[in-house]
């Protein structure tokens, strides 16, 4: 079956300006989580969501990220100002449950000039 | 919070070697999954492991829970075999995932 997608793979923005990422889970899958890799922090947590809430926003960097999900399916993750530390790989991964496997998509690639 | 860290941090074999890379986290856990991240930044999943031992072709995972360690075995090595492997620890009600630094593998022919 079909695995986590996720889009645009690249994006180039200029500093100052909003991006929206998007990721689209297994089918079925309860839990959708967002991560963060870039060279210096390595993989981090930023949320997860279970349904449509989101129970643990912990990891966020700033109050300039913010998450939504709708339908218990579709994610969208918006980074509104963006700025050059905000240079990053933005990876999503979704599970069947809290607790269970965690499967991750190809990420996003986010460049900020 | 909790601390991931995997030995050892690089590692060149030739073609044919076996080899172990650990990770020690230093707290209980939820569970326990081992990533490959391939050359184009995918990270393919290569076990589900909270505790017990899992065999995969030339892979095995072994966790022990209760020392907070895990092992990877990768026998008769290949050149696609070469990247990076994390060990990622699920934490918290939410079993948020928090990944150790990684162990870069070369292979070489």
Same mark, same amino acid.
């Given at each position: 079956g079909a695995g986590v997608s996720q889009s645009p793979s690249n994006k180039v923005t200029e500093k100052g300006k909003d991006v929206e990422l998007r990721c689209d889970p /297994?089918?079925?899958?309860?839990?959708?989580?967002?991560?963060?890799?870039?060279?210096?922090?390595?993989?981090?947590?930023?949320?997860?969501?279970?349904?449509?809430?989101?129970? !643990?926003?912990?990891?966020?960097?700033? !109050?300039?990220?913010?998450?939504?999900?709708?339908?218990?399916?579709?994610?969208?993750?918006? /980074?509104?100002?963006?700025?050059?530390? !905000?240079?990053?790989?933005?990876?999503?991964?979704?599970?069947?449950? /809290?607790?269970?496997?965690?499967?991750?998509?190809?990420?996003?690639?986010?460049t900020v000039t | 919070g909790i601390q991931v860290e995997q030995s050892p941090p690089d590692l060149i074999l030739q073609e044919g070697a076996n080899s172990t890379l650990r990770c020690n986290f230093s707290d209980s856990v939820n569970n326990l999954q081992w990533f490959h991240q391939n050359p184009w930044g995918q990270l393919i999943n290569l076990f589900y492991i909270p505790s017990g031992t899992k065999q995969n072709g030339r892979l095995s995972a072994t966790t022990v829970a209760t020392e907070r360690y895990s092992l990877l075995y990768i026998s008769s090595s290949q050149t696609t075999d070469s990247g990076v492997y994390f060990c990622a620890v699920g934490v918290e009600y939410g079993n948020k995932l928090v990944f150790g630094a990684g162990t870069i593998l070369r292979v070489k022919s």
């Open positions: /297994i089918s079925g899958h309860t839990a959708l989580y967002w991560y963060r890799q870039s060279l210096g922090q390595g993989l981090e947590f930023l949320i997860y969501f279970q349904g449509n809430s989101a129970p !643990d926003k912990s990891g966020l960097p700033s !109050d300039r990220f913010s998450a939504e999900r709708t339908g218990g399916s579709v994610s969208t993750l918006t /980074i509104q100002r963006t700025q050059q530390e !905000d240079s990053a790989v933005y990876l999503c991964a979704s599970s069947a449950e /809290i607790l269970y496997e965690q499967y991750f998509g190809p990420g996003t690639r986010l | -």
